[in-house]
Structure formats: structure tokens, C-alpha cells
């Protein structure tokens, strides 16, 4: 089965703790992104990358970083999680210059 | 600045009606709209796109009517079922070089069997 697959589903913590999700994908592509969606469902992207270059959104804050073994797979690290990071945090891919991008299920983050 | 934006917020259509979805954007060097289909705990699925050489793309019950000059576009989805209650983005890409999608803020539609 090709996909985009993410883990965990579901994750709850307090203020200050790390967390990291994990998004792998199967379809070959060589591009991968996460995104921001809100309580009111809006998309925000945070990071695209592929093995060349790294595009950060300007706006997402220095806690956040993507971290990459290989093409298929790139994680998102929270340093210090604040109140305003719970969200689902969604991961895509696409091939590179190629705008047709295919999601995960996604991450649902809470912070107490 | 909302690059996109998607109306109605919210539409209620019942089961057989044809529901309309409307987006609009500002940028003019924007060539690829794709629309997205979310579920509840989902992430968002591709359902259909269009490229702004075209005016209509039909897949199934599912239509995009695209107005270059005017900056709009629609979905329209005929026979519209249960199954369709979802929210839908409208998004779009291909200004400046970057291959980045914007997304607007979805319309959530609900069919009434």
C-alpha cells in the first residue's frame, strides 16, 4: 500500500515537554511538508523540504524544527510545547515542482 | 492577507440537490487549483483539480467551473449524498515559481438524507 502514514495519532502532554511526530511516505515522492490545521480547520504549511533545500514559514516559531533520515520520512520536533501548538498537525508529499500533494491522517497534538 | 477564500463557511444542501462551493483568489500567476476533501479525523484527500488553461473539469458527480478573468471558481457536486458531508478546501499554487499550495478556510458541507 502506497501512502503517506503518521504517528501517533493522538498525543497529549504538558507545557514545556518535547515532542516528536513521525511521517513516513511510500509513494516515491521527494518532497515532503507538514501542516498546521487549527481548531477552525485552517491549513497553515510550517516546512517544506526535500533533500536540497528546507523552505520554513516565517511565521512558525524556533521550537518547531523538521528533522529528515532519508526522502520518505520526515519528523517534526516541538522543543517546548506552548498552549497555542495543540492542533493536528498534518504531514504531505508531492514530487518535487509538483503541487499535487497527498496527506497523512494526521497528528491530533493537546498541551495541558 | 487571505490569498484564497472559499464561500459559503457552511452549506446544508438534501440528498439528490447540487451543492455549489465557491472560491476566489488574488493572485493572477496562481495555475493550479486543487480542491480537497476532508472526513473527520482524516487528513485531506485529493478530489479534483484543474489547471487555469481550462474553463471545466468534470470527474464523476463533480465539476470545476474556473473563471480566469474574474478570479473565481466553483465546485459543483450533483446528486450530492450523505456520504459527501465533508469539508472542502479550495486551494492553489503556481505564483512566483513555488509549488506551495494555499489553502482556504473550507466549507463544510452537510447532505440531509
Known amino acids: 500500500e502506497t501512502a503517506v502514514f503518521q504517528t501517533p495519532n493522538y498525543h497529549v502532554t504538558q507545557v514545556g515537554n518535547e515532542v516528536s511526530f513521525n511521517c513516513k511516505q511510500t509513494l516515491g515522492h521527494d518532497t515532503m511538508y507538514w501542516y498546521k490545521q487549527d481548531s477552525k480547520k485552517l491549513l497553515k504549511i510550517m516546512f517544506s523540504y526535500n533533500n536540497k533545500q528546507l523552505i520554513v514559514n516565517e511565521t512558525v516559531p524556533r521550537r518547531f524544527s523538521p528533522q529528515s533520515s532519508d526522502k520518505a520520512h520526515l519528523n517534526l520536533r516541538i522543543k517546548s510545547v506552548e498552549p497555542e501548538d495543540s492542533a493536528v498537525y498534518l504531514c504531505?508529499?508531492?514530487?518535487?515542482?509538483?503541487?499535487?500533494?497527498?496527506f497523512g491522517p494526521g497528528t491530533r497534538l493537546t498541551v495541558l | 492577507q487571505q490569498q484564497v477564500r472559499q464561500s459559503p463557511q457552511s452549506l446544508t444542501v438534501w440528498e439528490g440537490e447540487t451543492a455549489i462551493l465557491n472560491c476566489s483568489y488574488e493572485?493572477?500567476?496562481?495555475?493550479?487549483f486543487p480542491w480537497y476533501q476532508q472526513f473527520p479525523g482524516e487528513g485531506p484527500a485529493l478530489l479534483i483539480s484543474?489547471?487555469?488553461?481550462?474553463d471545466k473539469k468534470e470527474d464523476g458527480r463533480f465539476t470545476i467551473f474556473f473563471n480566469k478573468r474574474e478570479k473565481k471558481l466553483s465546485l459543483h457536486i450533483t446528486d450530492s449524498q450523505p456520504g459527501d458531508s465533508a469539508t472542502y478546501f479550495c486551494a492553489a499554487s503556481g505564483s512566483s515559481g513555488s509549488w506551495q499550495l494555499i489553502f482556504g478556510s473550507g466549507t463544510q458541507l452537510t447532505v440531509m438524507p
Open positions: 504531505a508529499s508531492s514530487f518535487t515542482g509538483n503541487a499535487e500533494q497527498f
Open positions: 493572485d493572477s500567476t496562481f495555475n493550479y
Open positions: 484543474i489547471r487555469s488553461v481550462s
